[in-house]
């Protein structure tokens, strides 16, 4: 067998980089085909790079249904809201598919305070934590001003990788001078959290 | 003679293969930016499988009227200030666009606004923006290791394919055999002293190592300016839990068939029947004017008796009025007519 000369390497070496080049071409037209034509996309969440994953303690019932609101009424409730994903994220309490009928969010207050304890529809044990955000303003601000991630309202932020429970105390109480021209109106709403990955 | 040679001349190649591979996969991901396009950097795995971390993606402008479902769109995330968005199109809604992480399994909660459209995902480029990704994470160990095996790469594929010593034309006798793994700096050194030599071949080799420094400072400024071209597109993760609630107030209804009775003792009884939510109090309203007796939640009769001192065949209407609250008030649209008739102490008062 002969010993390669120069003439052997700079062959090799010109038939490599072409053949690199096109290959690159390759490798660079695939991925985008495969990335960018259209396709259903998949419904499950579980790749390997990480997840958010979040729950509550009232996901088919309601947190409030609330009737025959006069102006004094007031109540509260208490939802535990719980993230299990691997990555760490925010989360952001807000409005969704929120209506109103006769402006009776205006006279209704909200204040929403987070903790831990309680949930299952009770209070009982609820403990608030002293130095996180509290949300204080009429139903009617919170459905106009917290509608989406970006305006939602809260400061947590879960480390993730394990199960992390958080408690919302959300109270409200019905003006004391409500007209009597909201009697009958309504507001429906969905409390809804967020979680985003940092 | 040895295989050595041969294994050398392999390595050689194929790492100057794997230098050629990714400077070109560079190119893809940078020139199109003198097209003005976008190029990202893909931070999270939200659009798994079809884009992992690390990749390149390079996007380029669209009209708004072009969008379709399907595409995979590049633009401001509604949800973080100075973050993009890399998801796909699900839906168009007039001016909100709503978007879909592959891997989430709902589609992102706030629309992308038509405004905030920076392109449309043309060209991936996979796993070349890694570094990028170690370095946002802080993942510095790996980051090492990934500089160390390019170090390897580089060094091998800049060491000459074939050593003089291999050659078959005899080169002048050298020193112990070099190992292929010597350091690039000290190999470096030795190209600089064998340049200052004045035969022909050696200025030949001489030009040559210049052609490749230039090409190293070229090929170094490439890989370089992708930091600075690709800003990140964080496509986030995300999930959504709601619960729902409903408020209604309560509403004062009015007070319902009326009914007006007379008692043998010349009082009128008045009864009405009351469905509605347990008010406060009901008011007997005469006339219109002020309440003549105020009643307990549970009342449903009154009696009405004579007062006053002298009235002959006065006929009043006699409404109930609901008081949820003392502003939340209702009174019944039906009424009764009563007449009464007194002289001092004698009276009665009769249904009309």
């Known amino acids: ?198 | 003679m040895s295989l050595c040679p041969w294994v050398r001349l392999c390595a050689v190649t194929l790492a100057r293969g794997i230098v050629a591979l990714v400077l070109s996969m560079t190119f893809w991901a940078i020139a199109p930016i003198a097209l003005g396009w976008t190029t990202t950097t893909v931070m999270t795995g939200s659009m798994e499988p079809a884009i992992a971390p690390g990749d390149l993606v390079v996007s380029r402008p669209i009209e708004i009227e072009d969008v379709r479902p399907g595409m995979v769109l590049l633009g401001h995330d509604p949800d973080h200030h100075e973050r993009l968005r890399l998801h796909r199109v699900v839906r168009q809604t007039g001016r909100a666009i709503a978007t879909k992480g592959d891997a989430n399994p709902h589609a992102d909660s706030s629309p992308m606004d038509t405004a905030a459209v920076l392109g449309v995902g043309y060209l991936r480029v996979p796993s070349i923006g890694a570094p990028i990704l170690l370095v946002a994470e802080g993942k510095w160990g790996l980051l090492g290791l990934f500089a160390l095996g390019a170090a390897v790469v580089v060094s091998l594929a800049t060491a000459p394919a074939v050593r003089r010593d291999d050659q078959e034309t005899q080169p002048p006798p050298r020193g112990p055999r070099e190992s292929s793994t010597r350091g690039l700096g000290e190999r470096l050194l030795r190209r600089r002293s064998s340049a200052r030599t004045d035969s022909p071949t050696s200025a030949l080799t001489a030009s040559i190592r210049r052609r490749k420094q230039v090409a190293a400072v070229a090929a170094c400024a490439l890989i370089a300016s992708v930091p600075n071209a690709a800003p990140a597109g964080a496509a986030v993760f995300t999930s959504v839990s709601r619960t729902g609630s409903t408020f209604v107030a309560g509403t004062a209804q009015a007070a319902d068939s009326l009914t007006c009775r007379n008692n043998p003792d010349g009082t009128a009884s008045l009864t009405w029947t009351y469905t509605g939510d347990r008010p406060r109090d009901f008011d007997v309203l005469v006339d219109g004017r002020g309440s003549l007796a105020r009643l307990g939640p549970d009342a449903r009769e009154f009696v009405l008796r004579p007062s006053g001192f002298v009235s002959l065949g006065r006929t009043s209407i006699v409404r109930i009025r609901t008081n949820l609250t003392r502003e939340w008030t209702a009174t019944s649209s039906s009424s009764v007519s009563v007449t009464s008739a007194n002289f001092f102490w004698v009276g009665v008062v009769r249904c009309a």
């Open chain 1, 1 to 198: 067998m002969r010993t390669p000369n120069r003439k052997i390497a700079r062959l090799a070496t010109l038939a490599t980089i072409p053949l690199a080049l096109v290959g690159s071409g390759f490798l660079v037209s695939t991925a985008s085909y495969s990335a960018f034509s259209a396709t259903t996309s998949n419904a499950s969440n579980n790749w390997t790079a990480g997840t958010v994953a979040l729950t509550n303690d009232l996901p088919n019932s309601a947190a409030f249904i609330a009737e025959n609101l006069k102006p004094g009424s007031s109540g509260d409730n208490c939802i535990v809201v719980t993230s299990s994903g691997s990555l760490p994220s925010a989360v952001k309490l807000y409005a969704t598919t929120a209506t109103q009928t006769k402006a009776l969010g205006s006279w209704i207050n909200v204040h929403i305070t987070q903790g831990s304890g309680g949930g299952n529809g009770t209070c009982n044990g609820f403990t608030a934590l002293s130095n996180a955000a509290s949300y204080n303003s009429t139903l009617d601000a919170f459905i106009n001003g917290s509608t989406n991630f970006a305006n939602g309202f809260g400061d947590w932020t879960t480390v993730g990788g394990n199960s992390e429970p958080r408690t919302y105390r959300i109270s409200y109480d019905v003006a004391g001078n409500a007209p009597s021209s909201v009697m009958g109106g309504s507001v429906k709403l969905n409390f809804t959290w967020e979680a985003q990955n940092q």
